[in-house]
């Protein structure tokens, strides 16, 4: 069974920045698409960053130039440095697994599995 586990959540004001890390375990085969999405309250899922099995990155237009997401030992760490937070970045963030079809920010927005979830909060 596969679980994804979140960290790294917190408060900042406008203008700083926070590191998003995901604990990966169990068998995710690598031809999956991994990334992270992210839910305000009465918002609709916003797909923000992905990457496939090469590293081969997408983002979001909101996030780009930003954000930035890798990964690390065979896919079992999964993280996302976030820059220059803005008050419109506070979410519930989520690591996530997607079908392999198409691994583009977007599809993380209907993803197969995720983690509970950690919180960011941006103060302006």
């Known amino acids: 069974q596969v679980q994804l586990v979140e960290s790294g959540g917190g408060s900042v004001q406008a203008g700083g920045s926070l590191n998003l890390s995901c604990t990966v375990s169990?068998?995710?085969?690598?031809?999956?698409?991994m990334g992270w999405f992210r839910q305000a309250p009465g918002k609709e899922r916003e797909g923000v960053a992905a990457?496939?099995?090469?590293?081969?990155?997408r983002y979001a237009d909101s996030v780009k130039g930003r954000f930035t997401i890798s990964q690390e030992n065979d896919r079992s760490m999964l993280s996302l440095e976030m820059k220059t937070l803005k008050p419109e970045d506070t979410a519930m963030y989520y690591c996530?697994?997607?079908?392999?079809?198409?691994?583009?920010?977007?599809?993380?927005?209907?993803?197969?599995?995720w983690g509970q979830g950690t919180q960011v909060t941006v103060s302006s």
């Open positions: 996530a697994v997607a079908p392999p079809r198409s691994c583009e920010a977007r599809t993380l927005a209907t993803p197969m599995g």
């Open positions: 169990g068998y995710i085969h690598n031809r999956y698409c």
């Open positions: 990457i496939d099995k090469f590293g081969t990155t």
